[in-house]
């Protein structure tokens, strides 16, 4: 371990870890209304991304700010997650998880090609990005390296939009009606039926949220990273954080996805170069290790099963 | 077992076990293979170089479909298997100096033993948290060929070259023999695989699949008989890593060994049926041609608008897999071979079914 760098890593791998969280919160939501795996949150955050900058810059008609262009972002992705829910899930309720999983893998592929067609496939360098990258607060922490602790205003802000954004829903999810027909529609779909919940209306209703918090997520993400389409990418670090959470537990998914923050950033003060190359796999060694020892996770419920 | 008319009925073991039950389905069986064979001579460049691709596709598939479709283990990591074979068979036939037909093996053996260690997880999970653990099997692999022992496995470049192998005085430095080679592995899976649903072993794959918990309950350990599912699957995979290697004269992490091939995969188990020994070859033969068709395309709708031609030259693959990928889904989750088996049902029935 390279101690100096420590104190700096743990700050940065809390805050990438918001961002992380946050995704990883819509795949439990998909889940737990519906029960379905969903591989196609990370091209729906990269979708969100493109589309915020296309309104934003990529068009040649409008020339909006951010925050417009993000509200019209959300107001399309709500719209793609009814779709999908429609189209494309609905007509598989009550099919084997392979099947589930493949038609979500499916959808990726999709959204994949379209947005390489309407929006080109290279990266997107000019993402309005309200900070650049020597906007950085210094905190002065003994012991740390040159006795600083540095923080990209970037990442300090998409991790309290995060952390808003989280609590929103869980207030959301806790206090409205809405969010207590989707808790009972979670715990029991027959049930839920029976009391006069509309399930296939929850289940749209659970996309459409899915689809605006990916599309936060992803103006996060872009903000950090740039608008790629490689972005997608991020739903595979997300995947291992909901396991270690629990794929049922909402608080599991947060504390999940700063887990795998810290993990990659720590991995990267080790004194070992060939531990530090190894940030890109170590979610992965995370999720082994949990799955041989802890497969319901940390916060998950263990399942009885019956024949 | 498929419908047949009042009084045809078997006279002997041998009749009732046999796969081709009619004097014209031997005839149709090596004419076929006689097509087949001689396929390098009649057809062109590109038929060829197409038809290996198939060929060592469906070596993956079969594997596959032997984990997935017969025991209903979901595998992300099919590609880093084939992988892990075309570096075994590259660095024996480097380094040892075997011969190809030594190299294949021990590429099947190496990828077989990996894949043995990424099924332990199935101990204890299954389902979706089965698919995360051969999806972490995607990712470590291929890390791990491009960081250790950089002066076998090609370092960070992530690719080494494969010598020409040789049988005798048969040398494969082109497409058409390392084809015939290809060929013969195909045949021997093929054989194979046919006969390992009336095994013990593919009877208890099938309950595993049903349910596991049953088929624990009937006295079939469910975890040896599914780390044999991951090692046969590893097994092909590696088969079809060698070949692949062979095929393509180098192997590496940049040649088409990630988690979209894995994916491309399942597709195409999925679109030519799971479970059924048909499916690999309809679904990899749709597939791969509906791959040239979207490259087709894509090169077309860029000469119609060249402004756009960076847009449009890739896209139309994951559009066209995609949409194939769900529509088979919703509209006909068995498949091609069950469509096969339908319109064999309907002959057979004709004129009382449609």
């Given at each position: ?235 595979l670090i997300?995947f291992p954080a909901?396991l270690l ?14 887990c795998v923050?810290l993990v990659q950033?720590l991995v990267?003060?080790s004194?070992?170069?060939d531990v530090r190359n190894s940030a890109e796999i170590a979610p992965y060694v995370l999720l082994l290790i949990v799955l041989v020892l ?14 | ?116 260690f990424f099924?332990?997880p ?10 995360m653990a051969?999806l972490a099997a995607q990712f470590i692999i291929?890390w791990l060929?491009?960081h ?207």
């Amino acid at each position: 371990m390279n101690w100096v760098l420590v104190p700096q890593q743990l700050v940065t791998g809390v805050l990438n870890g918001g961002t992380i969280a946050l995704i990883a919160l819509g795949l439990v939501l998909i889940f737990k209304a519906s029960e379905v795996y969903n591989f196609a949150h990370g091209h729906l955050v990269m979708l969100g991304a493109y589309l915020t900058w296309w309104f934003a810059v990529g068009n040649n008609v409008m020339d909006l700010p951010l925050w417009a262009a993000m509200l019209l972002a959300i107001v399309a992705s709500v719209l793609v997650g009814l779709l999908i829910e429609r189209l494309a899930l609905r007509p598989m309720t009550g099919q084997p998880t392979l099947s589930i999983i493949l038609i979500t893998l499916g959808l990726a592929q999709l959204i994949e090609g379209l947005v390489a067609i309407f929006f080109g496939p290279q990266p997107k360098s000019d993402f309005p990005t309200p900070f650049s990258p020597s906007d950085v607060i210094r905190i002065p922490f003994p012991g740390a390296f040159n006795d600083t602790i540095i923080l990209r205003q970037s990442l300090v802000a998409t991790f309290v939009v995060a952390a808003l954004a989280t609590l929103a829903f869980m207030l959301f999810f806790r206090y409205t009606k809405a969010g207590l027909a989707m808790r009972a529609t979670a715990e029991n779909h027959e049930v839920a039926q029976g009391v006069g919940i509309r399930v296939s209306h929850i289940f749209g209703l659970s996309w459409a949220i899915a689809g605006v918090i990916a599309t936060i997520g992803g103006v996060l993400l872009a903000t950090l990273t740039g608008v790629s389409i490689n972005m997608a990418t991020v739903v595979l670090i997300a995947f291992p954080a909901v396991l270690l959470g629990g794929l049922e537990s909402f608080p599991g998914a947060i504390i999940g996805g700063l887990c795998v923050g810290l993990v990659q950033a720590l991995v990267l003060a080790s004194g070992n170069v060939d531990v530090r190359n190894s940030a890109e796999i170590a979610p992965y060694v995370l999720l082994l290790i949990v799955l041989v020892l802890r497969p319901e996770g940390l916060f998950g419920q263990k399942r009885i099963e019956r024949i | 077992m498929a419908l047949r008319p009042a009084g045809d009925y078997d006279r002997s073991y041998g009749q009732d076990m046999s796969i081709l039950r009619q004097p014209w389905q031997r005839v149709a069986a090596v004419l076929g293979l006689l097509v087949i064979f001689t396929l390098p001579i009649w057809g062109n460049a590109y038929l060829t170089i197409t038809a290996n691709r198939i060929l060592y596709t469906v070596v993956t598939v079969q594997g596959l479909n032997v984990l997935t479709g017969m025991t209903g283990q979901i595998s992300l990591g099919q590609a880093a298997f084939m992988l892990v074979g075309g570096y075994a068979a590259a660095l024996s036939m480097t380094y040892l100096g075997v011969s190809v037909i030594l190299a294949l093996p021990i590429a099947a053996l190496g990828a077989g033993l990996v894949g043995l260690f990424f099924g332990l997880p199935s101990l204890r999970v299954r389902g979706f948290y089965l698919a995360m653990a051969t999806l972490a099997a995607q990712f470590i692999i291929p890390w791990l060929t491009r960081h250790i022992f950089p002066e076998l496995l090609g370092g960070s470049s992530g690719r080494i070259e494969v010598p020409v192998p040789a049988i005798g005085g048969i040398v494969f430095n082109e497409v058409h023999r390392v084809f015939y080679l290809s060929l013969t592995v195909v045949i021997i899976t093929t054989v194979l695989l046919v006969n390992i649903k009336r095994t013990k072993l593919g009877r208890a794959l099938i309950a595993i699949r049903d349910n596991d918990l049953a088929a624990g309950l009937l006295g079939v350990n469910a975890f040896t008989y599914k780390l044999r599912a991951f090692f046969i699957a590893a097994l092909l995979a590696g088969l079809a890593g060698g070949l692949k290697a062979i095929s393509q004269r180098s192997v590496g992490t940049e040649l088409g060994y990630g988690l979209n091939e894995s994916i491309l995969f399942l597709g195409m188990l999925v679109v030519g049926g799971l479970g059924h020994s048909l499916g690999p070859f309809l679904g990899v033969t749709t597939l791969i041609l509906l791959e040239d068709l979207a490259n087709f395309t894509g090169s077309f709708m860029a000469s119609l608008f060249p402004e756009y031609s960076t847009n449009l030259l890739t896209s139309f693959r994951p559009i066209f897999f995609g949409l194939v990928l769900i529509l088979f889904l919703i509209f006909e989750p068995r498949g091609l071979a069950h469509r096969w088996e339908l319109l064999k049902a309907s002959w057979r029935l004709r004129p009382f079914a449609r």
